[in-house]
């Protein structure tokens, strides 16, 4: 096939994964240039999966040129600029090393790895292959997130005391949820600290600052679950759960600030709920993803009678609150998160700029998680070393 020369402002994805976050990066990819109406064309040339048939109707539903199953072709590819992996976390790094090997930027999702280690070894990679990297912590592209980011920057909130952040789902309390890869070590890493922890750690570098030390108590309640088998006659197999279902942190930031973090699968009514409280000696902000378009801010600095929270509705005069729509309160949702963070990533290759989160970002959380569970084993606090 002839190689399509990549033009000016034209970016070729190679995409491995054709699951719910490709689904996402996918939408993302294809919204870009109408959103962002900046010129910037992309064009998704090939996707892979562990089976042809995966790959196959991954490509005819996300639009990919070609499609194959082995993932080392996409990494290989004259026509691909960017590799973009959603798999499970075992498999980032072999992919990730292999795409800077071959000069490919690279966006990869969370948590970066299986470990801290794997995790450097990446960052080592994209650096030492002059390549972009991208972690997708979605997350940090909300307005009223970006919003209280620079409220506290501005020095508004005075000297940060407190960051309490949580992030709670609840689809694991079910005892016949089976035994997918999210729930095993080897394949996963960790389970609920990885999986939606890492999205609240990221928050807490982003708003407050690097943790010196953690204190963490983690739990799996539930330790047997059912193997998914085809064959709808034989009797069901249980596996085991070597990961948490749950984990408690305390944090001690290098600013002096406190921190409370909370990540759990087993929190009955809360779906996908992400939340942060950060106050300081002037003021506070709260924010909840389950009313992600509004912050709640409070300031010592409005006469003791009117003191209270005031809710900001995000839009236009709000970072990337106006991207879609030019009057507050229409909001964001989930995909636009992505659209956002895909953008900003790709247009920083075009214009050869290294932009955030990256793949630092992805190590540091790295770092607290093997923390994290090095105290959780030991029962004690941890320093966490600056890097
Ligand atoms: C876990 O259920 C999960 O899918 C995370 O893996 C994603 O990062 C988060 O955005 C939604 O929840």
């Not at 490919?104 to 080592?124: F, G, N, R, V």
């Not at 020095?155 to 940060?160: C, K, R, S, V, Y």
Request: aromatic content about 10%.
């Amino acid at each position: 096939m002839q190689t399509t020369k990549r033009s000016e402002r034209c970016i070729r994805i190679g995409q491995v994964g054709t699951g719910v976050m490709a689904l996402a990066h996918s939408i993302a990819y294809s919204n870009i240039p109408q959103i962002f109406n900046g010129g910037i064309r992309i064009q998704k040339k090939i996707i892979a999966d562990k089976t042809n048939e995966l790959a196959k109707s991954g490509a005819e539903r996300l639009g990919y040129e070609k499609w194959t199953n082995r993932w080392e072709e996409v990494v290989e590819s004259e026509e691909v600029d960017v590799v973009d992996i959603c798999t499970p976390n075992d498999l980032h790094m072999p992919i990730a090393l292999a795409s800077a090997k071959n000069g490919k930027h690279i966006i990869c999702e969370k948590p970066l790895a299986l470990t801290a280690q794997e995790s450097k070894s990446m960052y080592d990679a994209v650096k030492d292959g002059h390549v972009k990297h991208c972690v997708a912590f979605n997350y940090r592209m909300t307005p009223a997130v970006l919003e209280a980011k620079k409220i506290i920057e501005t020095g508004t909130l005075g000297e940060i005391f407190h960051f309490r952040g949580s992030y709670l789902q609840d689809f694991a309390i079910d005892k016949q949820f089976p035994l997918v890869w999210r729930f095993k070590s080897n394949i996963a890493g960790t389970g609920s600290l990885g999986d939606i922890g890492s999205h609240i750690i990221d928050y807490a570098r982003f708003l407050v600052g690097e943790p010196i030390a953690v204190v963490a108590n983690n739990k799996t309640f539930i330790k047997e679950r059912p193997i998914q088998s085809a064959n709808r006659n034989q009797a069901p197999k249980t596996g085991t759960v070597d990961v948490d279902d749950a984990v408690s942190i305390l944090m001690q930031f290098s600013s002096g600030a406190m921190g409370t973090i909370e990540a759990s699968r087993f929190y009955h009514g809360r779906k996908n709920q992400l939340s942060f409280e950060i106050s300081g000696s002037k003021g506070s902000v709260y924010f909840d993803w389950e009313r992600r378009n509004e912050l709640q801010f409070y300031s010592s600095e409005v006469s003791q009678g009117h003191r209270g929270f005031t809710k900001i509705i995000t839009g236009p005069d709000n970072p990337y609150g106006g991207i879609l729509w030019p009057i507050p309160g229409l909001g964001m949702s989930y995909i636009e998160t992505t659209n956002v963070l895909l953008h900003q990533f790709i247009l920083g290759v075009l214009e050869n700029r290294q932009t955030e989160p990256n793949f630092y970002d992805g190590f540091k959380t790295a770092v607290i998680m093997d923390a994290v569970l090095v105290s959780d084993k030991e029962r004690k606090w941890i320093e966490i070393g600056s890097h």
